[in-house]
């Protein structure tokens, strides 16, 4: 588990026909991280929405 730094939105879409829509992240909100790279990590966040999102976000 990780914790975001700083407040930040991202964009996510479902599937190919769903429509996109923003995913706001809280400063101090638990994400599991899956994998990191040297400045990314792929994260789900609790309703199971998965996102690739730079690591200067979490802690």
Request: hydrophobic share 40%; aromatic share 12%; net charge positive.
């Amino acid at each position: 588990m990780a914790k975001v730094k700083e407040a930040f939105t991202m964009k996510y879409q479902g599937n190919k026909t769903a429509p996109i829509v923003e995913v706001s992240f809280s400063a101090g909100e638990e994400v599991e991280v899956v994998k990191e790279w040297k400045n990314d990590a792929y994260l789900v966040k609790k309703d199971n929405q998965v996102f690739n999102v730079p690591k200067k976000f979490l802690t």
